[in-house]
């Protein structure tokens, strides 16, 4: 009799990992939209933070569609908005959700799963 096989907790993969198991991600357009309201000051500081990372972490590959929810309330049910700003990934899959400011680069990082790739000397 076979004993069951263990499931191990396995960490998201970084995208140079996943470049190099599928040899496509680094030339994947990542579809981006943020929830906010207004041009209020934490709106305004996610917007920034947000285009920083992206071009830190994805020159040339990712589109940002910002919604404003104080011109489009409706708009909030369809990705179920409960906080802004959030930011939600819908490509690529799967959809990801982020609150908050994204002044936290590493915790946004994370959140994208799209983290730094750390060099082999373990120094960043």
């Known amino acids: 009799m076979k004993s069951p096989r263990k499931r191990v ?7 140079e990992q996943l470049g190099r198991k599928k ?13 906010v309201a ?3 000051p934490r709106s305004v500081t996610a917007f ?5 990372i992206c071009e830190e972490h994805l020159p040339g590959r990712y589109t940002i569609e910002v919604v404003d929810l104080v011109k ?3 708009l909030a049910a369809g990705d179920q908005i409960v906080a ?22 590493q915790r946004a990082l994370v959140g994208l ?3 730094p790739v750390v060099p082999e000397n373990g120094t960043i």
Do not use: F, M
């Open 48 to 52: 920034s933070n947000l285009k920083r």
């Open 72 to 74: 489009h309330p409706q």
């Open 84 to 105: 802004i700003p959030t930011l939600v990934r819908k490509l690529p899959q799967p959809l990801r959700k982020i609150v908050g400011d994204l002044r936290d680069t």
């Open 9 to 15: 907790a396995q960490q998201p993969l970084s995208l």
């Open 23 to 35: 040899g496509s991600v680094k030339t994947e357009n990542w579809e981006l939209r943020l929830y």
């Open 38 to 40: 207004g041009q209020s």
């Open 113 to 115: 799963q799209l983290r």
